[in-house]
C-alpha cells in the first residue's frame, strides 16, 4: 500500500480562539492567520456554518490531522481508516466478522487490535479518540457562538433547533466513544482553555449526559427536515432507545423502539420500512432510503478529489476488478460459515455453524481457462445474505462478473479467501457513484452513505426488548419481519448462465421463518444470531457482544476455529495465539498520550481502563 496522506476539504470550527478539545494543552493551536474571530462568527450565517462543521464529522474524518482535518494537531498513524465512523476495525474485525486482510506486515497496528494484545501506546486509539473529541468540541462550538448571536439574524426558534441540532450531534459523538472506552470525561461547552478546566477526569459516568443531549434534541426537532442529512426527532429517539439497549434499560427502550417502528420518518418524510431487497441497502443509489434512520453523508462530487466519498474505506477493495487496491477487510471463515442453514427448516445453525468450513478456494489457483470457472462452490444451502455480504469465488460478483478468486485476493495467505463487497460500488456506477481517492486508486471514493442506524437495527433491538419482557410471539415477530425480506426471492444474487447448477439463482438459498421463540433463552441466543447474519461487517458484532456480556466465550470460540484453518490469522505479535481477556478486552485502551497530556502537577487527571 502506498504512503499517501489524503486532504479532504472541510468545514473549520471556530478556527480563531479554540479549533479542538481533546483533554490536553497540546490539542490546541495558535490562531490562523485570517481566521475568523468569535464576533465574525456572531450571526446566524456563522452558526450555521459551525453547525455544518459538526455534521461534517459523522464520517470520522477531517478533526485530526489524518488527511485533511486541521493543521496544529497531534496525528498519531496518519490514515483515515483508524477513525472511521463505521468502526470495521474496533467493531468488525475485533468483532470476528472479517480479517484484518492484505499483507501482514500492512497496517500493522491493526494486528494487535485484531489479535486482542493492542495496548494504550497504539497510535489508532490516540487518533479515534481525537477524531471524537474533535467532534464534540466542534458542537460545543455551536453552543458557545449561538449565545453571542446580537444581531437580531436568530430568532428563538432558530436557536432552539440549533441547540437540538448541536446536541444531537453532541450525544451521537459521545456514544461512539463511550462504546469504544466506557470511561470517558464529560466536556459540555462550558469547558474551554480560556476557562483553565480543560483537564476533565473520567470517572463519572456520561450516559446520563448522552441520554440528556438525546432527550433535549427529541423535545425540540422536527419531524422532518428541509436538508435529508439532517437529524429529525425521529432518529433523535432511536439513538436515545440505542443507549438505553447499551445501557441494557429494555423496559426504557422497548415503548421509544415501538412509536419509532410504528410512526417514525425519514428526514424527507419516508416511512420507515424496510427496502424490499436486502442488497439494496448497499447501491449507493438507494441512499437516504425508508431503512436509514440517520447516516453520515457521501458524495463523489470531483472538486473534493474524492475526500467526501466514505473515506474510511478506502483500503476495503478486492485487489483487482473494481479497484487495484488495497485488499482489507476479508470476511472471516467463521462469518461465511454463519449463514449455513438447516436444508430443511433454513434456519440457522446456531450453536453448530462452525462444525466444518463451507467449500472456499483457499489455496486454488484463480480461473485461467475458456468460458466458466470449473471451480464448485458448496451444494449446502446456505442464508441469501451470504452474497450480499462477501465475495466468494463463482458467484457473481455485483455487476463485475463471478468472482474469479486468488487473482482479486491480495494476500489469500495472510487473510483468507473471501472478499468484501457490501460497500462496493457496481460497474455501472463506476465513475459515476465512485472516483479515484486522492489520485490513488479507481473507484475507492464512492457515494455511499455510512448508515449509523437502519430500520432491520431498529426491529432487532425491539425483539430483543420484547424477548427480555418474555413476550416470544412478539419478539419472534420482529425477527421474522427481517428475515421474510431476507427470504424474497427477488432480492437473491440472480446468476443465469448454463453452467450454474443453481440457476435462476447463484447457490443454494434457503432462508425459513421461525416458529414461536420456546424460551427467553431460545430466543435471545437467535435474536443474536440474527443481528450477526443482517448487520454483518457493518462495525457493531464486537460492541453488541460487550453489551451482552458475551465477548469472552464468542470471540476466544472464535479464535480457536480460525486458528483450526490459518494459524497465522489471529496471532499476537509474538507469534502466540490470541486470547481475549475477559474484563479486559471488552475496552480499548485510554490513549496514553492523552493520559500523559492530562497530567496537572505530576498526577494524571485521566485513568486508564482496567488491565492495560
Keep these: 500500500m502506498k504512503n499517501i496522506r489524503f486532504k479532504k476539504p472541510i468545514i473549520l470550527g471556530f478556527a480563531g480562539l479554540l479549533i479542538l ?6 490539542y490546541l493551536v495558535v490562531p490562523l492567520p485570517g481566521a475568523s474571530d468569535a464576533n465574525a462568527l456572531a ?8 453547525l455544518i462543521g ?30 472511521s465512523a463505521d468502526n470495521w476495525i474496533y467493531g468488525s474485525v475485533a468483532g470476528g466478522d472479517d480479517h484484518k486482510g492484505s499483507d501482514p506486515g500492512d497496517q500493522p497496528d491493526i494486528v494487535p487490535i485484531q489479535s486482542y494484545s493492542e495496548t494504550s501506546a497504539n497510535g489508532f486509539f490516540e487518533d479515534k479518540w481525537a477524531e471524537m473529541f474533535g467532534a464534540i468540541q466542534r458542537c460545543n462550538d455551536v453552543l458557545r457562538e449561538m449565545r453571542l448571536v446580537k444581531d437580531g439574524s436568530m430568532s428563538p426558534a ?82 436515545l432507545a440505542k443507549a438505553y439497549m447499551y445501557e ?49 453523508q457521501s458524495s463523489v ?24 487496491c488495497c485488499g482489507f477487510y476479508q470476511p472471516s471463515y467463521s462469518l461465511v460459515n454463519s449463514f449455513k442453514v438447516d436444508p430443511v427448516t433454513g434456519l440457522p445453525l446456531v450453536t453448530t455453524f462452525n462444525n466444518d468450513d463451507l467449500k472456499n478456494d483457499e489455496g486454488v489457483l484463480a480461473w485461467a481457462g475458456a468460458g466458466r470457472d470449473t471451480f464448485q462452490i458448496d451444494a449446502r444451502p446456505v442464508d441469501p445474505r451470504l452474497d450480499w455480504s462477501a465475495g466468494r469465488r463463482n458467484i457473481p460478483y455485483l455487476d463485475w462478473g463471478n468472482d474469479p478468486g486468488a487473482s482479486w485476493v491480495r494476500n489469500q495467505t495472510s487473510a483468507g479467501p473471501y472478499l468484501p463487497i457490501k460497500y462496493i460500488v457496481s460497474k455501472k456506477q463506476a465513475g459515476v457513484l ?44 420482529y425477527v421474522n419481519q427481517v428475515r421474510t425480506r431476507a427470504a424474497n426471492t427477488a432480492g437473491w444474487v440472480a446468476d443465469t448462465t448454463a453452467a450454474n447448477p443453481y440457476k435462476p439463482y447463484a447457490a443454494n438459498y434457503k432462508c425459513g421463518l421461525y416458529p414461536t421463540f420456546p424460551d427467553q433463552a431460545t430466543a435471545l441466543a437467535d435474536i443474536y444470531f440474527e443481528r450477526k447474519l443482517e448487520l454483518s461487517s457493518e462495525g457493531h458484532r464486537f460492541f453488541d457482544l460487550v453489551r451482552w456480556g458475551i465477548a469472552d466465550v464468542e470471540l476466544n470460540a472464535y479464535i480457536a476455529h480460525e486458528a483450526t484453518v490459518d494459524n497465522y490469522l489471529l496471532l499476537k505479535p509474538n507469534n502466540s495465539l490470541s486470547v481475549f481477556t475477559k474484563g479486559k478486552n471488552e475496552l480499548y485502551p485510554i490513549p496514553q498520550q492523552q493520559i500523559d497530556a492530562s497530567t496537572v502537577a505530576g498526577k494524571a487527571t485521566l485513568t486508564q481502563n482496567p488491565g492495560y
Design 54 to 83: 459538526a455534521y461534517s464529522l459523522l464520517d470520522g474524518i477531517g478533526a485530526i490531522g489524518n488527511g485533511g482535518g486541521e493543521p496544529g494537531l497531534v496525528d498519531g498513524s496518519g490514515g483515515i481508516w483508524e477513525t
Design 21 to 26: 478539545f481533546a483533554c490536553g494543552k497540546k
Design 248 to 296: 441494557q434499560k429494555y423496559t426504557s427502550a422497548y415503548p421509544v423502539l415501538q412509536d419509532v417502528i410504528a410512526n417514525g420518518m425519514t428526514s424527507s418524510g419516508k416511512q420507515y420500512a424496510l427496502l424490499p431487497h436486502y442488497g439494496d441497502n448497499f447501491n449507493a443509489a438507494n441512499k437516504n432510503s425508508s431503512e436509514s434512520i440517520f447516516a453520515a
Design 43 to 50: 450571526n446566524k450565517a456563522g452558526v450555521e456554518g459551525l
Design 434 to 477: 465512485s472516483t479515484q481517492y486522492g489520485g490513488w486508486a479507481t473507484n475507492q471514493a464512492t457515494a455511499d452513505n455510512y448508515v449509523y442506524i437502519r430500520f432491520a437495527d431498529v426491529l432487532l433491538w425491539a425483539a430483543e426488548c420484547a424477548a427480555q419482557a418474555s413476550n416470544l410471539a412478539a419478539a419472534t415477530g
Design 301 to 324: 462530487d470531483p472538486l473534493s478529489g474524492g475526500g467526501n466519498g466514505n473515506a474510511g474505506d478506502v483500503l476495503n477493495f478486492p485487489y483487482g476488478g473494481p479497484s487495484t
Design 158 to 239: 432558530d436557536t432552539i433547533e440549533v441547540s437540538a441540532e448541536a446536541r444531537f450531534l453532541r450525544g451521537l459523538y459521545n456514544f461512539e466513544a463511550i462504546k469504544m472506552w466506557k470511561n470517558i470525561p464529560w466536556v459540555p461547552e462550558t469547558v474551554t482553555y480560556g476557562n483553565g478546566n480543560y483537564n476533565v477526569p473520567n470517572n463519572v459516568s456520561v450516559w446520563p449526559m448522552i441520554e440528556a443531549d438525546f432527550t433535549y434534541a427529541i423535545a425540540n426537532l422536527p419531524a422532518t427536515q428541509g436538508s435529508v442529512g439532517r437529524v429529525n426527532v425521529w432518529a433523535a429517539k432511536t439513538f
